[in-house]
């Protein structure tokens, strides 16, 4: 995806673009990879060269030659619709993450103990499992040293740590 579409992420015509777009293994993918490559490895090019990067970078292509695009694409394969969206990365750390600061500013701006309330809650909240669920921090909305199975524990236990906090 191109970086000027960032902000259009999961709109209608996101899902549309993708879906048209879908990223295709063949001849004019290793052409481009084959020409580098021997830019590289033959000709002695530098990898960070301007010609290299023109080259590569509007695919977001390596100059590596893929075992599964190698070996399955007589058959038909395109070994990019191996790769499956990382929920993980996309959603706890992107999405949730912006609905979290979201719930925080919502939470300041009502006042009191809200906060704290918040704080207290997740703080509460017992492990569960081995490492399914760790323990929170006394202080969950400072987001301080949160790598992104934090933020999937957040958002496991955020309809009861958030419930009736300003009295919806």
Not at 38 to 63: C, D, F, H
Not at 130 to 151: P, V, Y
Request: net charge positive; proline share 3%.
């Amino acid at each position: 995806m191109p970086k000027t579409k960032i902000g259009g992420i999961g709109t209608k015509a996101d899902r549309r673009w993708r879906e048209n777009e879908i990223r295709e293994d063949g001849n004019g993918v290793w052409s481009i990879i084959n020409r580098v490559r021997k830019w590289l490895y033959v000709e002695g090019t530098n990898i960070a060269s301007v010609y290299v990067k023109r080259m590569l970078t509007p695919q977001s292509l390596v100059p590596t030659l893929n075992a599964f695009s190698t070996r399955l694409s007589r058959f038909g394969f395109n070994f990019y619709s191996m790769f499956v969206p990382d929920l993980l990365h996309e959603f706890e750390l992107g999405v949730f993450k912006a609905v979290f600061i979201h719930l925080l500013r919502v939470l300041y701006a009502h006042g009191n103990d809200t906060i704290q309330s918040l704080n207290r809650r997740y703080w509460r909240v017992p492990t569960f499992g081995r490492g399914t669920i760790r323990k929170f921090s006394n202080n969950a909305s400072g987001m301080k040293k949160l790598a992104a199975r934090d933020f999937e524990d957040l958002l496991q236990v955020s309809i009861f740590s958030c419930n009736h906090l300003i009295g919806i």
